[in-house]
């Protein structure tokens, strides 16, 4: 029995997108993003949103968060964030090195969330030296968060209403945005464009897509044309680009994204209610996605570790961990772990 709780980047491709990736890989069609997949993206994901698209293909979250901030700040700029934000924490200065030097401002949020008066203030206290400060100039939100704690609609919206008193636009990290959007159990769009955000980096690699990520324009496309040569100047036009649109495609068609992270969330849901009713370990956050975050003696982690069970020492801690539960993880599995823990 496998019991990998490390990452839902450790789990294999969902059946569905395997068969996908099979059906586009028949006979020559057109490279560099001008294949019929990619060319029905923007079509599929102006429904999904329920607005008009423009969608940009590439094969990480990173390219899809330093291209997006790339775009909404200049050279000069300063992007505000929360300070676990996976930019700031784990993406080694991409976005910095994508916009030619611009600064990423962290501002302290309990449970992984940003507030909007500290925000504000952070904004405030930051550019007001003119040429001599670095120009606040976007807001980068992540849903689900690096704690898996997740922004209501009605969250994005005050976040994203702060930020527009100061004039920035907002990009969304949306690495386990399918978690988010199963959990609140609402359309994307009113998570998303209706809620203020302009640009949004749509993963799938977590939750059963094979390196397909996406950065969604909404609204308009002004951007499209910085964006497009922000991809290639980066390496992430690929020239057989149809094996990640049809990958999109196939995720989003007839709700699969949805029923893969419903699944994952539910077994996440299940580990933690052992685990709050277990006399030693706790929950250091809520549990509203697919991540557990638990405090725990690093004696107990290590039997936890003895008896099989792989998941991350969070860095910096020897008392607390991260549990990830993936679309395709079983409940028998998860049953298990709850058994061991129970055990020790």
């Known amino acids: 029995m496998d019991l990998n709780f490390r990452s839902d980047n450790e789990s294999p491709a969902a059946a569905e997108i395997l068969a996908a990736l099979s059906a586009a890989n028949q006979g020559y069609v057109w490279s560099y993003a001008e294949d019929d997949w990619s060319n029905r993206l923007d079509s599929a994901f102006s429904e999904l949103f329920g607005t008009d698209v423009a969608v940009l293909p590439v094969s990480t979250g990173t390219a899809a968060n330093s291209i997006a901030l790339s775009c909404l700040a200049p050279a000069w700029g300063s992007v505000y964030c929360h300070t676990g934000a996976h930019i700031v924490q784990d993406e080694g200065g991409a976005p910095e090195f994508f916009g030619h030097g611009i600064r990423l401002v962290g501002v302290v949020g309990e449970q992984g969330k940003l507030q909007a008066d500290p925000l504000r203030r952070s904004i405030a206290s930051n550019g007001g030296h003119g040429v001599h400060s670095y120009l606040p100039s976007a807001l980068s939100l992540t849903q689900s968060t690096e704690a898996g704690t997740i922004y209501q609609p009605a969250e994005v919206a005050e976040l994203c209403g702060a930020a527009a008193e100061f004039g920035l636009p907002v990009h969304m990290d949306g690495a386990r945005f399918a978690n988010a959007i199963a959990a609140l159990g609402c359309s994307p769009g009113e998570s998303t464009w209706q809620a203020g955000v302009r640009m949004l980096s749509f993963g799938a690699s977590k939750n059963g897509c ?7 324009m909404f609204g308009d496309s002004a951007l499209m044309d910085h964006a497009e040569r922000m991809r290639k100047r980066s390496g992430h036009l690929l020239s057989k680009m149809r094996f990640v649109s049809a990958q999109l495609l196939a995720y989003i068609e007839d ?90």
């Open 210 to 216: 094979f390196a397909a990520e996406a950065l969604l």
């Open 255 to 344: 709700g699969l994204w949805l029923r893969l992270a419903g699944h994952a969330n539910a077994q996440a849901a299940r580990f933690a209610a052992a685990i709050e009713q277990h006399p030693k370990a706790s929950l250091e956050f809520p549990v509203e996605a697919n991540e557990v975050f638990v405090r725990w003696s690093k004696a107990g982690f290590e039997q936890l570790e003895a008896a099989g069970v792989q998941f991350l020492i969070w860095p910096g801690h020897d008392d607390m961990a991260r549990f990830v539960f993936s679309h395709c993880g079983s409940a028998e599995g998860t049953e298990r772990l709850c058994e061991i823990v129970a055990g020790i």
